[in-house]
């Protein structure tokens, strides 16, 4: 049983969800404590405990300590197992994160699988479903993880009331990549929504990203809106922006709303996190590099990684992933411009 410091680093419910998912693919039990020990609540949540709990589920793994506010657990997995599954946060807990730790799995799994998450899409320190959806799943679809998103509905903080479906088959193996620089950019488009909330909120966003984005010289930009309604949650807006590049990696940036927060600062926000990361000339976002590196270090070859900030989420995944696979990552910092992250893959096989 390898044991792991949830505490280390940012000590967030990342170091959690990623030690779990390298368990199943590993077969390895794993103990976790210190939860969340740098958060002001450490201990499991509502979203870490069943993200556990799924994760449990669809690969046979026995559990302990798995119960609110508890800072220690052992996971020890069985077989992944395809097939359906559905689970509901029962809070406004992103399912994204939950998926985000799912898809690893499942890609490892006995056949195609498909899960029902419920909770909430478009919460804040968790990234957006169009984001997941249009940036990540893409990006995972190049190194031969093959998964669909569906979006049902939308839930915001603090009602949740959100639902998703997942559709992941089972990989033949994880392909590795190598995109440092970005190329040239593509069209720019995006996704500005509102739910239970006047129409014209999700067009403001949008007319403002677009506005900031051709200041800057951006000329081919669509922006969609999408407004809709959820009798089981409450009123939420956000806007996700992506670019679509010469890697064939989408970089992308998002924006949420909030009452203090008119439509318009929500849009221009947006549109500038997606110019800095652009502007770093990457092939990866910021957020988008936490997510791959795990990938890439479960990868058959040589991975190499232009991110354009290497975030602390990102150490950790390169800490944890060094621990439990005995990977070696190489970091290059690029002029101040981002940073180039190389990993001889430790392959383990699906199924």
């Not at 979203?47 to 508890?70: F, M, R, Y």
């Not at 922006?223 to 949650?233: Q, S």
């Not at 989408?250 to 990361?277: N, P, Q, T």
Request: hydrophobic letters at 40%; proline letters at 5%; one cysteine or more.
């Amino acid at each position: 049983m390898i044991e792991i410091d949830g505490s280390y680093g940012e000590g967030g419910g990342q170091i959690l969800r990623g030690a779990v998912f390298l368990s199943c693919i590993t077969g390895t039990p794993v103990k976790v404590s210190r939860i969340r020990g740098k958060r002001p609540n450490p201990g499991l949540q509502a979203q870490h405990l069943v993200g556990l709990k799924a994760a449990a589920a669809v690969s046979g793994a026995t559990l302990e300590g798995a119960e609110i506010g508890s800072c220690e657990v052992k996971f020890s997995p069985g077989k992944v197992v395809g097939g359906e599954y559905a689970f509901d946060v029962g809070t406004a807990g992103s399912t994204m994160l939950i998926a985000q730790e799912l898809v690893p799995i499942l890609a490892f799994g006995d056949r195609k699988s498909v899960v029902r998450l419920r909770g909430g899409t478009d919460v804040p320190w968790s990234p957006p479903v169009d984001y997941f959806k249009n940036v990540s799943i893409p990006a995972f679809q190049k190194m031969g993880v093959d998964v669909a998103l569906e979006l049902i509905r939308r839930g915001h903080y603090p009602r949740g009331g959100g639902e998703i479906i997942l559709s992941v088959s089972p990989a033949v193996g994880i392909m590795p990549i190598r995109a440092v620089y970005r190329g040239e950019v593509g069209g720019i488009r995006g996704i500005s929504h509102c739910t239970n909330l006047p129409t014209h909120v999700a067009s403001r966003q949008a007319s403002a990203a677009e506005r900031e984005l051709r200041q800057y010289g951006y000329r081919d930009i669509r922006i969609t809106t999408d407004v809709g309604t959820n009798r089981l949650g409450g009123p939420g807006s956000g806007i996700t922006l992506w670019a679509d590049t010469t890697t064939g990696i989408r970089v992308g940036a998002d924006s949420l709303g909030s009452r203090d927060r008119r439509a318009e600062e929500v849009g221009i926000l947006a549109a500038r996190k997606l110019i800095a990361e652009l502007q770093s000339g990457m092939a990866l976002d910021s957020h988008l590099a936490d997510m791959m590196i795990p990938l890439a270090a479960l990868a058959e070859g040589h991975s190499e990684m232009g991110v354009s900030d290497l975030t602390p989420h990102s150490k950790t995944m390169m800490w944890l992933c060094t621990k439990m696979l005995g990977t070696e990552f190489k970091v290059e910092l690029l002029d101040g411009r981002g940073a180039l992250v190389s990993v001889e893959g430790k392959p383990h096989r699906p199924g």
